[in-house]
T-cell receptor, first 115, second 112 residues
Framework: AQSVTQLDSQVPVFEEAPVELRCNYS??????LFWYVQYPNQGLQLLLK??????LVKGINGFEAEFNKSQTSFHLRKPSVHISDTAEYFC?????????????FGAGTRLFVKA | DVKVTQSSRYLVKRTGEKVFLECVQD?????MFWYRQDPGLGLRLIYF???????EKGDIPEGYSVSREKKERFSLILESASTNQTSMYLC???????????FGNGTRLTVT
């Protein structure tokens, strides 16, 4: 069964600094990867996704992620963060079930952006 | 725009009660999901459904059951609520495995 590991539970960073949020997944023949963001007191929304093709994926709000098959990683990056990026970020993988499919989430990384 | 609606935002129930959490989507999606979200644990999949009357267990199905009688509606049932089921419950739907999940606003359930 698929699993997702987010290596950092909390990441504090100063405004305008770069940030990387790390995500590793267990290997599979085919894998579809997602990053979601949850702002305080809001629902989850899609940040970006990797299905196939270019390993560098660009998302909303200046975020990007790189798919690395050999390291089974899908790390999220932003070159310069803003206070408004303070949120919880979830890495997720889509995995086939016996009938349908399921999406498995990591435990989340809380990003704190400080002035 | 895509809409997933959960019937209650907050719910308080007593131990041993049978609890129904309702979720409706308006996108004609075949795939629907129930997760619970707890601090430090992320989202854990309880059950999912890929068609009417079709369901599969997720990673933490114990103490829960589901019902999918119509395509747009996916209900989560706590047969006998316990305090360790106090949590935020999130419903989601998706077109297919290549598409993102669309989430409802969540139901915060407290079992006393």
């Amino acid at each position: 069964a698929q699993s997702v590991t987010q290596l950092d539970s909390q990441v504090p960073v100063f405004e305008e600094a770069p940030v990387e949020l790390r995500c590793n997944y267990s290997s599979s023949v085919s894998v579809y990867l997602f990053w979601y963001v949850q702002y305080p007191n809001q629902g989850l929304q899609l940040l970006l996704k990797y299905l196939s093709g270019s390993t560098l994926v660009k998302g909303i709000n200046g975020f990007e992620a790189e798919f690395n098959k050999s390291q089974t990683s899908f790390h999220l990056r932003k070159p310069s963060v803003h206070i408004s990026d303070t949120a919880e970020y979830f890495c997720a993988v889509s995995d086939g079930g016996t009938g349908g499919f399921k999406t498995i989430f990591g435990a989340g990384t809380r990003l704190f952006v400080k002035a | 725009d895509v809409k997933v609606t959960q019937s209650s935002r907050y719910l308080v129930k007593r131990t041993g009660e049978k609890v129904f959490l309702e979720c409706v989507q308006d996108m004609d999606h075949e795939n629907m999901f129930w997760y619970r979200q707890d601090p430090g644990l992320g989202l854990r999949l309880i059950y999912f459904s890929y068609d009417v009357k079709m369901k599969e267990k997720g990673d933490i199905p114990e103490g829960y059951s589901v019902s999918r009688e119509k395509k747009e509606r996916f209900s989560l049932i706590l047969e006998s609520a316990s305090t360790n089921q106090t949590s935020m419950y999130l419903c989601a739907s998706s077109l297919d495995r290549y598409s993102p999940l669309h989430f409802g606003n969540g139901t915060r359930l407290t079992v006393t």
